[in-house]
């Protein structure tokens, strides 16, 4: 059995200095707001919420560097986990999505107003007032391997209805209530309340970590989820494709013990048939639930207490 396929992406794009941006127009380091003064919603634009993302931050650089301003509404730039960020190491490009906590697993009240501490919690809390000031929210990822990029939302018809307006990616991955672990930046406060007044809050998954297609796409999909919200002029129509596929979170399967291992190399979107052995983790046998079972996210290097595999069936 194999762990993981072996990385061979190249390095396109890697991280530049932020120091430039620290300080902002809020308040809060790494947080840059801008408003109109004409009524419209507050769109916010989060990169970063993992140290290795790096195409979220070309696509936030992009909005301040380029003077993009809002004609109505207010928009709001944030680099989340900084910290996470300036831990890159080129010999080691995978080790620095978080330093303790995945930042985008611990947006409840109770991690939120708890005991505990880490560098991820404290700057939570310091963008606590951020993210409940948006009426939408866009947060930027990427994948460590190349598959096809996707968006990544609560299985809330506004979040459909957005991410459809917006266009590509045309892959979506649906999470019903309480299928994913912990409590993600697009499920915080009234943005996780299915009758909550959100916009809708989505993450879009741009392609693999390094690529600069993953930061040519999120740069685009950023301007277009402006242009949507009427925050800039609408951008040119982008060419008919084939219709958006979604698929259904079934369940993830958190690692148990370093020994977890898949049956056969993946990278994400492989398919089984009901029944079939997709990894085994401490004897536990992980199966398929179903026919056309696609997986997400498969680990690239087993965590214990981190997620294994994401298991969906497309809908």
């Excluded at 127009?25 to 634009?45: E, K, M, Q």
């Excluded at 951020?130 to 460590?144: E, F, G, K, N």
């Excluded at 999120?218 to 301007?223: E, H, I």
């Amino acid at each position: 059995m194999t762990t993981f396929v072996p990385d061979s992406s190249p390095l396109e794009v890697l991280p530049r200095d932020l120091s430039a941006y620290r300080q902002g127009n809020t308040g809060i380091d790494y947080v840059h707001r801008f408003a109109s003064g004409r009524a419209g919603p507050h769109v916010l634009v989060n990169a970063l919420t993992h140290g290795n993302e790096i195409c979220g931050m070309v696509a936030a650089t992009h909005l301040l560097d380029t003077g993009v301003r809002p004609r109505v509404g207010t928009l709001t730039v944030s680099f989340a986990n900084v910290e996470a960020y300036e831990a890159f190491d080129l010999e080691r490009p995978y080790e620095n999505r978080q330093l303790v906590h995945n930042l985008n697993r611990i947006w409840s009240p109770e991690m939120l107003d708890g005991a505990e501490q880490s560098p991820e919690l404290r700057r939570a809390r310091e963008l606590r007032p951020v993210l409940a000031a948006a009426d939408s929210i866009l947060d930027i990822h990427s994948t460590r391997a190349p598959v096809q990029p996707f968006w990544v939302y609560p299985e809330f018809a506004r979040n459909a209805a957005l991410t459809l307006a917006v266009g590509n990616p045309l892959v979506h991955l649906v999470m019903p209530p309480g299928a994913a672990p912990g409590t993600g930046v697009m499920s915080y406060a009234r943005h996780g309340d299915p009758a909550g007044d959100s916009l809708g809050a989505v993450v879009v998954e741009c392609g693999q970590h390094f690529s600069q297609s993953a930061a040519d796409l999120a740069t685009d999909v950023t301007l277009r989820f402006l242009a949507h919200h009427g925050l800039i002029d609408a951008l040119p129509a982008a060419s008919a494709g084939a219709p958006a596929r979604r698929f259904r979170l079934l369940a993830v399967h958190m690692v148990k013990t370093p020994g977890f291992a898949f049956v056969r190399p993946v990278i994400g979107f492989e398919t089984f048939a009901k029944g079939e052995l997709i990894a085994v983790d401490a004897g536990q046998e992980i199966r398929s639930p179903c026919d056309d079972c696609t997986i997400f996210m498969p680990t690239r290097d087993p965590v214990v207490g981190r997620e294994g595999v994401y298991l969906t069936v497309q809908i």
